[in-house]
């Protein structure tokens, strides 16, 4: 069956400019999360959604970073105001509930803040 | 906080050795899960550990989640070019939420 599909798979975007990542996760996964992955590091928790419910956003940096998963299905992760240390890969997984552990990952969208 | 420590850093072998790294924690964990990652992609599950003292094979990849609870091993038998990447441990952070804590990566190359 299909896994997680994540869009774009880069984005460029200047300093200040507004982002938007797409995350589209295994049909029937109710959870979903956003890791960071800086380069040679592993990923990093942002944020945790079970159906469209935000339980966990403890890892997301500042609040500039917003995340949304408003029918329980796709997600979105929008940074606003980027800042060149937003530069990173940005990883989204999902997980059937009862092994939420668990976790299938997407392909990532590389972003790159200039 | 919680960390995972990977050893080795990274591996440089020929094709048909056998490899073993593992990773260590200062914290006990409940589940151990092993991912590898290929540049440019996510991270790929490969196993998941729920018992310590267990051990669970992925063909040609068996690892097994420590006695104390603060180790897990990954052994790869009989290596080839495909098992090149980087391979991660990861385990939940802890309480009752489901979000992983991952360690610092094995890189593993591969000479044919």
């Known amino acids: 069956g299909a896994g997680v599909s994540q869009s774009p798979r880069y984005k460029v975007a200047k300093r200040g400019q507004d982002v938007a990542l797409r995350c589209d996760p295994i049909?029937?996964?109710?959870?979903l999360f956003w890791y960071q992955q800086a380069l040679g590091q592993g990923p990093e928790f942002l944020t945790y959604?079970?159906?469209?419910?935000?339980?966990?956003k403890s890892g997301l940096p500042s609040d500039r970073f917003f995340a949304e998963r408003p029918e329980g299905s796709v997600s979105t992760l929008k940074i606003q105001r980027t800042q060149q240390e937003d530069s990173a890969v940005y990883l989204c997984?999902?997980?059937?509930?009862?092994?939420?552990?668990?976790?299938?990952f997407g392909p990532g969208t590389r972003l790159t803040v200039t | 906080g919680q960390q995972l420590n990977q050893s080795p850093q990274s591996m440089f072998i020929q094709e048909g050795e056998d490899v073993s790294m593992n990773c260590t924690s200062s914290?006990?964990?409940?589940?151990w899960l092993w991912y590898k990652q290929d540049p440019g992609e996510g991270p790929v599950l490969l196993i998941a550990?729920?018992?310590?003292?267990e051990l669970t094979s992925n063909g040609r990849l068996t690892a097994q989640f420590g006695i104390t609870r603060k180790d897990s091993f990954l052994n790869i038998s009989a290596s080839i070019p495909s098992d090149v990447g980087i391979y991660f441990c990861?385990?939940?952070?802890?309480?009752?939420?489901?979000?992983?804590?991952f360690g610092t990566g094995t890189l593993l190359a591969v000479q044919p």
């Open positions: 997984a999902s997980s059937l509930r009862g092994r939420s552990y668990e976790q299938y």
């Open positions: 049909s029937g996964h109710v959870s």
């Open positions: 959604f079970q159906n469209e419910a935000q339980l966990d």
């Open positions: 914290s006990i964990f409940n589940t």
């Open positions: 550990l729920y018992k310590a003292g």
């Open positions: 990861a385990g939940p952070r802890g309480g009752a939420t489901n979000k992983l804590i």
